[in-house]
């Protein structure tokens, strides 16, 4: 990713904002400026909960380039509690513990690195949904 | 506007071509067809292809493929949507001729996958999804096709091993196109067997990566008829578009640009799915050509696996599919695909398609997806009485 895209998305990609259509009231991320329900301005920002359910899963065993020492690891579609899916790794989780409608909640962590020198890239993730310690 | 039909089709044989160059397929595709059409000069050439800036370090196609085909001069130029690219060209060709802009008009598929390693090739397929949203997360290609079969599998209640049927049909279909990269047939124990990609979708729900031209060349119906040449007619062309990133669709587990290109299409043919003798459809994970036969309207929703279990999709079948092999055992050579499913329609509907010939065919159609949905060509194609 280069340098300027990963500060003009620093927004989406470390406290998951995304926008409200002030028309139609559809939460929408990523933001798009443009409501795709009703297709009028939004760019009111909106605040996501980062709190989610797994719609869909995928463990990748080859991996794209870049990724390529990270495999396997598992990616997902995670419905948000407010509306839209979003795509994102799943973590700290075992593959086989996974499973559809999972509760999960959102994590900032490292999903690459650009080669030994380059920066480390931070994104979203979601992990398994923390449950309060009852005694 | 003006009727079109297709008059010459040409095809190299779909495989590992370390031996040749994407200049040299492309322009010998298009030679194929202009051969097969008896003519010597088109007007125009319109060129379908995803990767080659990204795997060949080579864009301006258009007139890279012009000169090469010993057509330097003519209006030529590159069209791109992703896996969709070689249909797109098509329609754009067919636009350029029913509008009657040009009248010969040549629609060619290139692409050239097995120069580099698998990663790179990998990592310029993932470019048919959303950079920003999807491939910046580690989704592959395959990763998205994955996510939309295990929440099918979920919803429908379905097991891995029922969309076997796509593949074996696909794999038994090769073995008579000599042009195949896979002339063999494979076994319900080999597809349950298969190396896992990104799980649930293993290597043989995949189509695999290959290099490959094909061409088409078109003119107006009335032109084919004077000439007395072997025409083919265009009763439908559509393009429609969804969303690039499978997470902002309103349904993920429905095709909706496909059903909106197959509706336009039977529009302006005026027929119906049931109508339709047989369909080349998109077939590069299992799970599209499922979702292709319902967003077709081929069988109701979360029914479309069901259509391989009964046999419905074989070259006997209610609906043959995939009739030369698919993109599964023909071969995937992205941009060029959509034109190996017109080429090989064509075959079926002029009665050349030799073992594999479907008897008394008269309309085929055709659908090209770019991405996982995002760019969705569909042709009917009717043989002239």
């Not at chain 2, 322009?27 to 003519?39: E, I, K, N, P, T």
């Not at chain 2, 043989?204 to 032109?223: K, N, Q, W």
């Not at chain 2, 069901?306 to 050579?333: D, V, W, Y």
């Amino acid at each position: 990713m280069q340098l300027a895209a990963y500060w003009r998305t620093t927004r989406q990609r470390l406290s998951l904002t995304g926008e409200v259509c002030p028309h139609c009231g559809a939460k929408l991320f990523p933001p798009r400026d443009v409501c795709p329900a009703c297709s009028g301005p939004a760019k009111a920002p909106f605040q996501f909960s980062g709190r989610g359910t797994v719609y869909s899963f995928s463990t990748l065993y080859t991996a794209p380039q870049g990724f390529e020492e990270y495999a396997p690891y598992v990616v997902a579609l995670v419905k948000l509690e407010e509306g839209p899916l979003v795509t994102a790794q799943l973590t700290d989780v075992e593959r086989d513990q996974v499973y559809i409608g999972m509760p999960v909640e959102m994590v900032t962590r490292k999903i690459r690195a650009e080669g030994d020198d380059g920066p480390i890239v931070y994104h979203y993730k979601f992990r398994p949904l923390l449950q309060p310690v009852t005694s | 506007m003006r009727d079109v039909s297709i008059i010459g089709i040409g095809q190299i044989e779909v495989g590992e071509h370390w031996e040749r160059s994407l200049r040299d397929m492309g322009a010998a595709a298009v030679r194929l067809a202009l051969q097969d059409a008896h003519l010597e000069r088109p007007e125009a050439l319109y060129v379908g292809n995803m990767l080659s800036g990204q795997l060949s370090r080579q864009e301006n196609l258009g007139a890279l493929i012009a000169d090469h085909a010993g057509l330097r001069g003519i209006e030529a130029v590159k069209v791109e949507a992703a896996c969709g690219s070689g249909a797109a060209a098509l329609r754009l060709a067919y636009i350029a001729v029913a509008g009657g802009i040009h009248d010969v008009v040549v629609a060619c598929g290139v692409e050239k996958m097995t120069d580099t390693l698998g990663e790179e090739t990998t990592s310029a397929l993932a470019t048919a999804a959303d950079a920003l949203y999807e491939s910046e997360h580690g989704l592959s290609f395959v990763a998205i096709n994955a996510l939309i079969m295990r929440r099918y599998m979920h919803e429908f209640g379905y097991r891995r091993e029922d969309f076997a049927g796509f593949a074996l049909n696909a794999h038994r279909n090769a073995e008579h196109n000599p042009y195949a990269m896979f002339r063999k047939a494979i076994t319900a124990e080999a597809f349950q067997r298969a190396k896992m990609i990104a799980d649930p979708v293993s290597l043989l729900d995949s189509a695999p990566m290959a290099d490959g031209a094909a061409a088409v060349a078109l003119a107006p119906t009335a032109f084919a008829r004077a000439q007395g040449l072997k025409a083919v007619r265009i009763a439908g062309s559509a393009l429609a578009t969804d969303s690039v990133a499978l997470h902002d669709r309103r349904d993920p587990l429905f095709l909706e640009a496909a059903f909106l290109s197959a509706q336009r299409a039977y529009a302006q043919a005026g027929v119906r799915p049931q109508d339709i003798d047989f369909f080349e459809l998109h077939d590069a994970f299992t799970i599209m050509a499922a979702l292709s036969l319902e967003a077709a309207g081929f069988a109701p929703r979360g029914r479309g696996v069901t259509l391989a279990l009964e046999g419905a999709i074989t070259l006997q079948g209610r609906i043959p599919i995939s009739t030369m092999g698919g993109l599964k055992a023909r071969g995937h050579p992205v941009g060029a695909t959509g034109l190996y499913q017109v080429v090989e329609a064509v075959q079926q509907l002029r009665e050349e398609a030799g073992a594999n010939q479907l008897h008394g065919c008269r309309l085929g159609m055709t659908q090209n997806i770019g991405g996982s949905g995002a760019s969705v060509m569909t042709h009917i194609l009717e043989r002239l009485s």
